[in-house]
């Protein structure tokens, strides 16, 4: 059996390319971070997990995932190789995404964002401004209202009582 489930927060925005097939299909790739439970001296505190999902899901992926969110994910272990120009061999190891989520509220995700801005704000500056955060709100909101029906439905349905965490 093949399966793997991670949880973890994306380390950047989800990449989307589209396959050069007669019908497009969408690949999105991204990185989990996923914490270690044991956390040892001098080794790192999580995994960079990489990722890719595939047609609507990746579609879906590259619409409403942003960098930092909490998502969970299921799918398959896959190993390939390829070589490159040299002639060298590199094996690459990464999840194909069967089953992807947010693992935490909208809301929540927002106001650690706002949380973080301020305080780079106020390290930066020395002032609690709030100006650039307030532009990081709406454009997470507005990336939130053109939600489909069922998405919109997802989105509600998740509350921060809800979550395992």
Known sequence: MNKAILMGRLTRDPEVRYSQSETPVAVARYTLAVNRKIKKD??????????????KSGEFAEKYFKKGQMICISGRIQVRSYDDQTGQKHWITEVVVEEQA??????????RLKSE??????????SG????SSGTDSGLNSSFNNLNPEESQMLDDLDDEDLPF
Request: charged share 15%; proline share 3%.
């Open 102 to 111: 947010f693992a935490e509220s909208k809301n929540s995700f927002e106001t």
């Open 117 to 126: 801005s301020n305080n780079n704000n106020s390290n930066a500056s020395g």
């Open 42 to 55: 001098g080794e790192p505190d999580a995994d960079f997990i990489n990722c890719v999902v595939f047609g």
């Open 129 to 132: 401004s709030s100006s650039s």
